[in-house]
T-cell receptor, first 112, second 112 residues
Framework: SQQGEEDPQALSIQEGENATMNCSYK?????LQWYRQNSGRGLVHLIL?????REKHSGRLRVTLDTSKKSSSLLITASRAADTASYFC????????????FGDGTTLTVKP | EAQVTQNPRYLITVTGKKLTVTCSQN?????MSWYRQDPGLGLRQIYY???????DKGDVPEGYKVSRKEKRNFPLILESPSPNQTSLYFC???????????FGPGTRLLVL
């Protein structure tokens, strides 16, 4: 299975609510990144968090990383309809230099 | 404008007819990578390149070839396409490995 696995697979919320999605991975990593994809288009980078960081913020986004549990979470606060998209975590392993592994993604639907 | 371009964007072909999908970036990035995305799944890495003349297999390299003769270009070659290679393909680049990846718009390939 993939190095990164997102949970839940799908999430539906109302505008204004917060959305939390989780990512778990299996091996040691140097960093973890979150990307967003709108309906079959190219992925857009959201946040990169390094293995020695525990939390990072960017606007309405908050990412946490727990290397002891091999997990990360992405929180989108005060969600908007425009946040509707698929969200993927990607890990760059500390071994196997060059390999980048994506999870299967969480599909977020924000209802107006 | 800094970007990753892919051509063609859409391609319908028949089994066994060799094809090349081009990828070019204008950001002087060292690292480039090819991914495929199948319905409901995340991205799976096909091949990556850490720098010019350095390429290596990702998780799903069977049936594909790549080359990196120049820093800006990283073509994906399907010598003898088969229907199971029908997919959405993304090229990505980053300044170095483990940095933010910038994605191209994708190439939709249908092999009949």
């Amino acid at each position: 299975s993939q190095q990164g696995e997102e949970d839940p697979q799908a999430l539906s919320i109302q505008e204004g609510e917060n959305a939390t999605m989780n990512c778990s991975y299996k091996t040691s990593i140097n960093n973890l990144q979150w990307y967003r994809q709108n309906s079959g288009r190219g992925l857009v980078h959201l946040i990169l968090i390094r293995s020695n960081e525990r939390e990072k913020h960017s606007g309405r986004l908050r990412v946490t990383l727990d290397t002891s549990k091999k997990s990360s979470s992405l929180l989108i606060t005060a969600s908007r309809a425009a946040d509707t998209a698929s969200y993927f975590c990607a890990t760059d392993a500390s071994t196997n230099a060059g390999k980048s592994t994506f999870g299967d993604g969480t599909t977020l639907t924000v209802k107006p | 404008e800094a970007q990753v371009t892919q051509n063609p964007r859409y391609l319908i072909t028949v089994t066994g007819k060799k094809l090349t999908v081009t990828c070019s970036q204008n950001m002087n990035h060292e690292y480039m990578s090819w991914y495929r995305q199948d319905p409901g799944l995340g991205l799976r890495q096909i091949y990556y390149s850490m720098n010019v003349e350095v390429t290596d297999k990702g998780d799903v390299p069977e049936g594909y070839k790549v080359s990196r003769k120049e820093k800006r270009n990283f073509p994906l070659i399907l010598e003898s396409p088969s229907p199971n290679q029908t997919s959405l393909y993304f090229c990505a680049s980053s300044l170095k490995y483990q940095e933010t990846q910038y994605f191209g718009p994708g190439t939709r390939l249908l092999v009949l």
